[in-house]
């Protein structure tokens, strides 16, 4: 397998898992929203190389999903809110969307 074919396997499963990370911390937060500063520390703890602009890209892509309410404040950061169809994903309801890898019930 070509070097940069891994390369952007390797990229879109670290993507992909993070999106799980985020929508799985959006969902503990349900009650009050989680900030983009505290989702960093969060994915920081499994990816060291989260930055903020990925959390928001995760963020901006779960919202473009319907699975969380994103609002963007004045001074620039971000929170996410879950929304039915978020939390229906998490708890293994439904079908996960491509795009996000959700590990295997109990898994």
Same mark, same amino acid.
């Given at each position: 397998?070509?070097? +940069?074919?891994?390369? %952007?396997?390797?990229? =879109?499963?670290?993507?992909? *898992?993070?999106?799980?990370?985020? &929508?799985?911390?959006? /969902?503990?937060?349900?009650?009050?929203?989680?900030?983009?500063?505290?989702? +960093?520390?969060?994915? %920081?703890?499994?990816? =060291?190389?989260?930055?903020? *602009?990925?959390?928001?890209?995760? &963020?901006?892509?779960? /919202?473009?999903?319907?699975?969380?309410?994103?609002?963007?404040?004045?001074?620039?950061?971000?929170?996410?809110?879950?929304?039915?169809?978020?939390?229906?994903?998490?708890?293994?309801?439904?079908?996960?969307?491509?795009?996000?890898?959700?590990?295997?019930?109990?898994?």
């Amino acid at each position: 397998m070509d070097e +940069v074919v891994a390369a %952007q396997i390797l990229e =879109t499963a670290r993507r992909e *898992q993070n999106r799980w990370h985020t &929508l799985q911390a959006v /969902d503990v937060g349900r009650t009050t929203g989680v900030a983009d500063a505290l989702l +960093v520390r969060v994915l %920081q703890s499994v990816d =060291t190389s989260c930055s903020l *602009q990925d959390v928001r890209k995760y &963020l901006e892509y779960l /919202d473009g999903k319907k699975l969380i309410e994103l609002r963007k404040h004045e001074d620039g950061s971000y929170c996410g809110y879950i929304l039915a169809a978020g939390t229906d994903v998490v708890e293994y309801a439904v079908d996960c969307p491509v795009g996000i890898q959700r590990p295997a019930r109990g898994g």
